[in-house]
């Protein structure tokens, strides 16, 4: 477990570095420790060095997780089918990938069951990748619009964002500014259900870049636990077989 607390400081190293170049602290940066196939033993163990914010993918692994867990911020960062919502709407304290009129309405019809307003974030997909989700730039404030009109128990805190997949991070850099552009317009907009705080861009092999272009919010997860071992993981989820 020493790997984890060696590596957090390493992350924490870079963003403080990506954040100086860019002329901001690392205070700014929220740092997401994406847990998706992680143990509680090792999440517990980045609890314990430092880290406030916990990512998962899946909402069965939040089930499965939340109560071995520490007391942390949790944040649903993948795909959320709408027949998932009701089983995390009492757990996660923001919903990321928000890409949907129906999506919101489910997730607004179970925060009006829970007496509360639910964070969320507008997943965009900037390079209209057919193999990810999210809306389209141009499709964003169209998607932002409805849900303030229609859905009084959710509060928008901002974008989410996720580049394609390059060789030289930079060469995506591109995708983050148009992004950051549509978050700065949209941060304008005055209404009681919008307060833009979040701007999620970025993950381990790209979050300098994204840092660079005004993210503050990234989602981190081998950079601190180590590469993923599907068939470990596959195995602990099947009694060890």
């Known amino acids: 477990m020493e790997d984890i607390r060696g590596n957090l400081e390493k992350v924490h190293e870079r963003i403080r570095t990506a954040a100086e170049s860019a002329g901001r602290n ?4 929220c740092l997401v420790a994406v847990s998706k196939t992680r143990t509680p033993e090792e999440i517990n163990t980045a609890i314990d060095a430092g880290v406030t914010d916990i990512g998962e993918n899946k909402v069965q692994e939040i089930m499965d997780k939340y109560d071995a867990i520490k007391p942390v911020r949790w944040h649903m960062i993948g795909h959320l089918q709408t027949n998932k919502v009701k089983y995390i709407i ?11 009129m129906k999506l919101a309405k489910e997730i607004n019809k179970r925060a009006a069951q829970h007496d509360k307003t639910m964070d969320i974030l507008i997943q965009i997909n900037p390079a209209d990748e057919e193999s990810k989700f999210g809306v389209s730039l141009s499709e964003t404030k169209a998607l932002l619009e ?13 974008l989410m964002s996720v580049a394609p997949i390059a060789e030289d991070p930079n060469d995506v850099k591109v995708y983050f500014d148009e ?51 599907y068939e470990a993981f596959r195995r602990m989820n099947n009694g060890g077989n």
């Open 179 to 229: 992004v950051k552009k549509q978050y700065d317009e949209f941060s304008r907009i005055e209404h009681e259900r919008l307060d833009f705080q979040y701007l999620s861009m970025g993950m381990s092999h790209d979050f300098e870049v994204a840092i660079g272009s005004g993210s503050n919010l990234i989602r981190v997860g081998s950079a601190i636990f180590g590469e993923r071992d």
């Open 146 to 158: 409805e849900i303030l009109e229609n859905c009084e128990n959710i509060r928008i805190r901002g």
């Open 90 to 100: 009492d757990k996660v304290d923001l919903i990321h990938s928000v890409d949907s």
């Open 26 to 29: 690392e205070s700014d940066v």
